[in-house]
């Protein structure tokens, strides 16, 4: 790698780590090309981007940027998760070492705040931003609903009584 690839490396890396919401650093033992891309798969499915570079570029990006506190991470084959929506990377990376031993979470971080491997476990664990603006879009829709129905309740009784009392005429 010559040093104009090294600099747009660290330029893509200090960008990712100014648009991400969390970066995941993983550990690789000895992980197939086929593990990989079904890693790099599941990552990008999730809305997630996996990324292995150099410890030494990596420390470069991270200067200046909210995530300057994962140097300490960044020892040995580490490669990089990291996401916009804060659980994503932290989800697929975890499913993924649930099914495979060969991938170790380090630990991470979500802006400043340095997580260890079980606080991303437990980040893991937390509902992604897709699934918390179902659940608010549902609590919002639910009151409409009900609403609309108690308004049409009375209406339909009403009509019920007029039917009657037309059934009842016509007879």
Known sequence: M????????????????????????????????????SLRIKMREAGATYKVSKNTLALIAIEDTPYANLAELLVGPTALASSADPVAAAKAAVDFAKTNDKL??????????????????????LPSLDELRAKIVGLVQAPATKLAQLVQAPAAKVARVVGAYAAKEAA
Do not use: H, P, W, Y
């Not at 170790?104 to 980040?123: H, P, Q, R, Y």
């Open 2 to 37: 010559d040093r104009a690839q090294k600099k747009e490396a660290v330029a893509q890396l200090k960008q990712t780590f100014q648009e991400t919401g969390v970066v995941v650093v993983t550990r690789n033992l000895g992980m197939t090309v086929a593990q990989s891309t």
């Open 104 to 125: 170790e979470i380090v630990g991470g971080a979500m802006g400043s705040t340095l997580l260890d491997a079980n606080g991303v476990k437990a980040l893991a664990e």
